[in-house]
C-alpha cells in the first residue's frame, strides 16, 4: 500500500511561488498521481495530476499557465510548482495517487490521500 506525505507549504505573499513535494513511501510505478485542494467550508477540487509515466498532465481552469506538476519517477516524489499565488490559492493541498494510472478529476475517484499541508497566501 502506497503513503504519501506531502510537504513545502507555509505562508507567502501574493505573486509569489511555493513548490509542494509529495513522497510516496512505496513504489508509484503504474500510478497516476494529483494534487487537489481544500479551503474551509469548501468541498475538496481537483489542482492538477499527471498520469503514468508523466508524459500527460491536466490542470483546473483556476491554476493554468501558473501551477505546473511533475514527478520524478525514480525518487517516488510528485511536485507542484506554484507561481503567481493569489489569496484564493489559500487552502490545505493534499497529493492523491491512483493505481490504475488513470488521471481523474473527481476526488472520490482517488484511492490512496495523503494528510495535506496548507498553503496560506496573503493579499
Known amino acids: 500500500q502506497v503513503q504519501l506525505v506531502e510537504s513545502g507549504g507555509g505562508l507567502v505573499q501574493a505573486g509569489g511561488s511555493l513548490r509542494l513535494s509529495c513522497a510516496a513511501s512505496?513504489?508509484?510505478?503504474?500510478?497516476?498521481m494529483g494534487w487537489f485542494r481544500q479551503a474551509p467550508g469548501k468541498e475538496r477540487q481537483f489542482v492538477a495530476a499527471i498520469n503514468w509515466p508523466g508524459g500527460s498532465s491536466y490542470y483546473a481552469d483556476s491554476v493554468k499557465g501558473r501551477f505546473t506538476i511533475s514527478r520524478d519517477n525514480a525518487k517516488n516524489t510528485v511536485y507542484l510548482q506554484m507561481n503567481s499565488l493569489k489569496p484564493e490559492d489559500t487552502a490545505n493541498y493534499y497529493c492523491a495517487a491512483h493505481r490504475s494510472g488513470v488521471v481523474y478529476t473527481l476526488p472520490r475517484m482517488w484511492d490512496t490521500w495523503g494528510q495535506g499541508t496548507q498553503v496560506t497566501v496573503s493579499s
Open positions: 512505496g513504489r508509484t510505478f503504474s500510478y497516476a
